[in-house]
């Protein structure tokens, strides 16, 4: 597919090809040096100001949600995604372009199985600023959507549209919907250094206010028309024609349709939205790929999850290769993936260094307690991995350590840690072990190296 990029402008050209099981869906630069690719996650976004735009390594990718929303509408689980430039072309604002091209390529089934973010509790996300909510409801089996838009314009008015069936509904009743602006909105996101692709041919100019004739052929210049433009009678520049009546609440569930596929994984549940837009989109799919990423480690590791507990003895076991007496964590109370793991111990009196350590008073090592956080940032290390059963971790420095108070039999300790850094097999973790709860009497802090090895 080939045509401009909505803002940047530029000419892209855009192949879908096929990719092996478990790829996910991967834009790939073939214009840049190695043809680097950036993983369409909730990761690897880095702007929402008038789109969502992913990169990697510097590489980018503008406004990627049309493209992301026509893949989950065709439900397409793994796909590369080849440009020639930094953003898609926009066609004619809408996603039926783009599915039209996947269907013609057609869609091949893969043997393994589907992975699946169900929704088990209600999560929400709201913005008292922007009067934003969103929220995912669990629904078996199944996956609908609700958008309603509401922006006190007459022309607009308040609108609502769903989805109940993704493979019945997407393609004719939501993919040609377009992306649309207001008239007042214009000057702002040319001055933005934004839609410098847009013309009334890929987007919906909705007018809020008057505009002189002087301004229309300014408008008309700016926006590269050569075709005199009106006002309009209908509300919408140049009396174009809406495809649906509420054409614009459709768009924005298209949109938060694309946004939510960088959760990594089809949404089993159902979606509520009022005025939902970019910023809110990415701030409640982070909420839920979290989620998803708990859920498969929790899968992984088939842990039999307890109140408050995270992973169980059984699923420490699972990961952790050390035994007693040195294994030093018994229960996993937080993760949040690839950045920070809250762990406890429960220090007892049938510890065995008590007995040799100050044992007139009892007073748990200082290298036992380090041990012990180095353990439970080894957990968190390794659920960054793929395959986290076929790797090692080894200590390579201990720095600034301290210890801060001394630790007794009949204290909990509980350790809060976070990755800082990883790199070429090399992580650096940090943290500290409190006594009885986070921001209790801090009992150690300190900072750890780690190489990760093959088993």
């Known amino acids: 597919m080939s045509g401009v990029g909505l803002h940047t402008g530029n000419k892209s050209n855009m192949t879908f090809k096929p990719a092996p099981e478990n790829y996910g869906v991967k834009f790939k630069r073939t214009d840049l040096p190695?043809?680097?690719?950036?993983?369409?996650?909730?990761?690897?976004?880095i702007d929402i100001s008038r789109g969502t735009t992913i990169a990697k390594n510097?590489?980018?990718?503008?406004?990627?949600?049309?493209?992301?929303?026509?893949?989950?509408?065709?439900?397409?689980?793994?796909?590369i995604?080849?440009?020639?430039?930094?953003?898609?072309?926009?066609?004619?604002?809408?996603?039926?372009?783009?599915?039209?091209?996947?269907?013609?390529?057609?869609?091949?089934?893969?043997?393994?199985?589907?992975?699946?973010?169900?929704i088990e509790d209600t999560v929400h996300y709201h913005d008292d600023k922007t009067n934003v909510d969103i929220v995912a409801l669990p629904?078996?089996?199944d996956f609908r959507i609700s958008v309603m838009i509401?922006?006190?314009?007459?022309?607009?008015?308040?609108?609502?549209?769903g989805l109940f069936n993704l493979h019945k509904e997407f393609e004719k009743e939501f993919a040609p919907s377009r992306t649309f602006c207001f008239l007042s909105e214009i000057e702002y996101l040319q001055k933005?250094?934004?839609?410098?692709?847009?013309?009334l041919n890929n987007a919906i100019v909705i007018v809020d206010k008057d505009a002189s004739k002087e301004e229309l052929e300014n408008l008309k210049k700016s926006i590269g028309i050569e075709e005199s433009i009106i006002l309009g009678s209908n509300g919408i520049l140049d009396n174009r024609e809406l495809r649906f009546r509420n054409e614009p609440a459709r768009h924005k569930l298209l949109d938060l349709i694309g946004d939510l596929a960088l959760i990594g994984a089809p949404v089993k549940g159902q979606i509520l939205a009022a005025r939902p837009g970019h910023k809110s989109n990415v701030e409640f799919t982070k909420?839920?790929?979290?989620?998803?990423?708990?859920?498969?480690?929790?899968?992984?590791?088939?842990?039999?999850?307890?109140?408050?507990?995270?992973?169980?003895?059984?699923?420490?076991?699972?990961?952790?290769?050390h035994r007693y007496p040195f294994l030093m964590v018994d229960k996993i109370i937080d993760i949040d993936v690839n950045k920070r793991i809250v762990g406890i111990k429960n220090v007892t009196y049938n510890e065995p260094f008590f007995n040799g350590h100050f044992p007139n008073r009892r007073i748990m090592p200082g290298v036992m307690i380090v041990e012990a956080m180095a353990q439970c940032g080894?957990?968190?290390?390794?659920?960054?991995?793929?395959?986290?059963?076929?790797?090692?971790?080894?200590?390579?420095?201990?720095?600034?350590?301290?210890?801060?108070?001394?630790?007794?039999?009949?204290?909990?300790?509980?350790?809060?840690?976070?990755?800082?850094?990883?790199?070429?097999?090399?992580?650096?973790?940090?943290?500290?072990?409190?006594?009885?709860y986070i921001g209790g009497e801090l009992a150690c802090e300190g900072e750890f190296m780690a190489a990760v090895v093959d088993k």
Do not use: W
């Open 34 to 45: 190695d043809s680097p690719e950036i993983p369409a996650d909730i990761d690897h976004v």
């Open 58 to 79: 510097g590489a980018e990718v503008h406004t990627v949600e049309h493209v992301l929303a026509s893949i989950m509408g065709c439900e397409i689980d793994n796909i």
């Open 81 to 118: 995604i080849e440009l020639d430039s930094n953003e898609p072309p926009i066609m004619d604002g809408s996603a039926k372009d783009y599915v039209a091209t996947l269907k013609k390529a057609g869609i091949v089934e893969q043997d393994a199985k589907r992975d699946y973010l169900v």
């Open 139 to 141: 629904l078996k089996d």
């Open 150 to 161: 509401d922006y006190n314009n007459p022309a607009l008015g308040v609108q609502h549209t």
């Open 192 to 199: 933005q250094n934004l839609i410098k692709g847009g013309d």
């Open 287 to 321: 909420m839920l790929r979290k989620l998803y990423l708990q859920k498969k480690i929790e899968k992984k590791f088939q842990v039999l999850k307890s109140e408050n507990c995270v992973f169980d003895i059984e699923a420490i076991l699972e990961i952790m290769p």
């Open 378 to 436: 080894f957990i968190l290390l390794l659920n960054s991995l793929d395959d986290p059963k076929t790797k090692m971790a080894y200590f390579a420095s201990i720095e600034k350590v301290k210890f801060r108070k001394p630790v007794v039999p009949g204290d909990q300790l509980v350790f809060e840690m976070f990755l800082v850094s990883f790199k070429s097999g090399i992580c650096k973790i940090a943290g500290k072990a409190y006594k009885d």
